[in-house]
Structure formats: structure tokens, C-alpha cells
């Protein structure tokens, strides 16, 4: 079994910065392709961003040029840099992984912007 623990959400005017991470009990080089999404209320959630162990990533294109997925292998954590926050950003934001076909996924971590 694997948990992921999201931090580093908040509140944020627009045009602003937040860092968020996402800390694994498990190998990252085991569970490869890491995935960030997002929830806003009454919206089906979104892929944000994945990266996988050998360097690829992939982002939507609402987000492509404003946020960076990032990962640390030898602390099993992932990381998302959001710039230029908008208001429509405003969602909880969720790591997943998958390990031995079974996805798992972090508790969220909330972030809102203020326009």
C-alpha cells in the first residue's frame, strides 16, 4: 500500500505563486509515472500535470507555461510550481500513482485565488 501526502496549498491573489508537493511512502522509481489533478466544486476532476522516472512530462493545456512538475526521487516526492495563479485555478489539487495496478491517491490540498 502506498500513501501520498499533499502539501503546500493556500490562499493566493492572482498572478501569484504556490509550491505544491506531494510526499510518497513508497519508491518513485517504482511507482513511474506520478500525476497531478484537480477538483474544482461541480467540475469533473482534471489532469494537471504527470511526470514520469524517465524525465517525461505532460501538462494541460490550461496550465502549459505557468506550472512545473517536478520530482525528487531520493526524497519520493513530487512537486508542482504554479505561476501566474488565476482565479479559475481554484480547485483542490490531488497527487496519484499507480503501483502493481492500483491507484492511489492523495487526501488533496486545497488552493484558491483571489482576483
Known amino acids: 500500500q502506498v500513501q501520498l501526502v499533499e502539501s503546500g496549498g493556500g490562499l493566493v491573489q492572482a498572478g501569484g505563486s504556490l509550491r505544491l508537493s506531494c510526499a510518497a511512502s513508497?519508491?518513485?522509481?517504482?511507482?513511474?509515472?506520478m500525476r497531478w489533478y484537480r477538483q474544482a466544486p461541480g467540475k469533473q476532476r482534471e489532469l494537471v500535470a504527470s511526470?514520469?522516472?524517465?524525465?517525461?512530462?505532460i501538462y494541460a493545456v490550461s496550465v502549459k507555461g505557468r506550472f512545473t512538475i517536478s520530482r525528487d526521487n531520493s526524497k519520493n516526492t513530487v512537486y508542482l510550481q504554479m505561476n501566474s495563479l488565476k482565479p479559475e485555478d481554484t480547485a483542490v489539487y490531488l497527487c496519484?500513482?499507480?503501483?502493481?495496478?492500483?491507484?492511489?491517491w492523495g487526501q488533496g490540498t486545497q488552493v484558491t485565488v483571489s482576483s
Open positions: 496519484n500513482g499507480f503501483l502493481d495496478g492500483t491507484a492511489y
Open positions: 513508497a519508491s518513485l522509481l517504482r511507482i513511474n509515472t
Open positions: 511526470s514520469t522516472s524517465g524525465g517525461m512530462t
